[in-house]
């Protein structure tokens, strides 16, 4: 996924803001790069896991595909490294194609990490540029 320093910043920001919680949001995408960060708000505040089952998610998801674009879907990691863990696997098989933007806060620096996840739960790097 291509994202711009600015639009990582955001997410940086939603994450710290949000800690010791997980965060969660869409970043909107035309042609395999990030043009919008859209934050959600995490319907199970955890520090171990996000939901998104908001009325503004299933809004949010209709008006980024009528304009034709795709969508990611970002959370945080506030105590591990920016790395699937197996919850994020398991919700993750149900979204075959979305890419998966992680955020670690739990070092010095943040780091993001861009995963796809298939059906039968395999993960691969995505990468962000």
């Not at 800690?19 to 949001?25: D, K, L, Q, S, V």
Request: charged share 20%; aromatic share 8%.
């Amino acid at each position: 996924m291509k994202i711009a320093s600015e639009l990582q910043d955001l997410i940086v920001e939603h994450a710290r803001r949000e800690a010791p919680n997980e965060c969660c949001g869409l970043v909107a995408l035309r042609n395999g790069a990030a043009h919008t960060v859209h934050e959600l708000p995490n319907m199970t505040p955890s520090p171990f896991r996000f939901t998104l089952d908001s009325p503004e998610f299933a809004r949010l998801l209709m008006d980024i595909e009528d304009a034709g674009d795709w969508y990611a879907i970002y959370h945080s990691h506030t105590r591990s490294a920016p790395v699937p863990s197996q919850t994020d696997i398991t919700f993750g098989v149900a979204w075959p194609g979305v890419e998966w933007l992680i955020v670690g806060i739990a070092g010095e620096r943040p780091e993001l990490r861009s995963y796809l996840i298939d059906e039968q739960g395999a993960v691969t790097e995505a990468g962000v540029a």
